[in-house]
């Protein structure tokens, strides 16, 4: 699926066309499905940079050498749970089931960011991300623009996870009218994984991809 009435390119994978996109959950079937995504977009695998999630805090600055990192092997890998960048050859990309992966995309500077959200760094980490954007790259984060990917929603999980991350995004001063989320919940929707119903279906518990990068 490709988002286009965002400034920047928002890739996201899907379950039955593209596969599994995680190395733990499979490596050579994961990265047999990578190269066929890179190859479909007409995208170059070695500009991607993936980020293995942690769950915490942490906000990577990518540079130019980092370009390729974690995309073909998982020696490489950043940990780290968001990414920001503003280089036109980076495609940032992060694998979730259920959790929220949030683009962030600020039109004036051509930064890009891209956040993993779960209910043990929510508040944190959409915190520490937009204080790296505005330290590191003099954001406004009344400019920002913010697309909320396909994430468990309160009909399948105890939190409201989306509205607690669109609250937290307008305390930052993100606009209202500036956050886009489809409320697309990874439980129902047939087109994404969700770990949670995998495991209460007893199904192989694989990742989609968030890819995130300029046009
Ligand atoms: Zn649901």
Redesign the pocket.
């Known amino acids: 699926m490709k988002i286009e009435d965002f400034s920047a390119l928002v890739l996201l994978t899907t379950k039955v066309g593209d596969g599994n996109m995680s190395f733990f959950k499979g490596e050579k079937e994961a990265l047999k499905n990578r190269k066929k995504i890179a190859e479909k977009f007409g995208l170059n695998l070695d500009n991607f940079v993936v980020l293995y999630l942690q769950h915490k805090d942490k906000v990577y600055s990518v540079t130019i050498k980092d370009l390729g990192r974690g995309a073909k092997d998982t020696k490489t890998v950043i940990k780290a749970d968001a990414a920001v960048s503003n280089r036109e050859e980076v495609y940032l990309s992060i694998l979730t089931a259920d959790c929220l992966p949030i683009a962030v995309y600020d039109p004036k500077t051509k930064t890009i960011g891209l956040i993993h959200v779960s209910r043990h760094n929510l508040k944190k980490i959409v915190k520490s991300t937009i204080e790296a954007l505005k330290k590191k790259f003099n954001i406004n984060p009344k400019n920002l623009v913010v697309n909320i990917g396909p994430s468990?929603?309160p009909?399948?999980y105890e939190i409201d996870l989306w509205e607690k991350v669109e609250k937290e995004l307008t305390r930052l001063k993100v606009l209202k009218k500036n956050i886009y989320n489809p409320r697309i919940?990874t439980?129902?929707s047939s087109d994404y994984f969700s770990h949670r119903k995998s495991k209460s279906r007893k199904l192989p518990d694989n990742r989609f991809a968030t890819i995130f990068g300029p046009r």
């Open positions: 468990i929603g009909c399948h919940c439980f129902e």
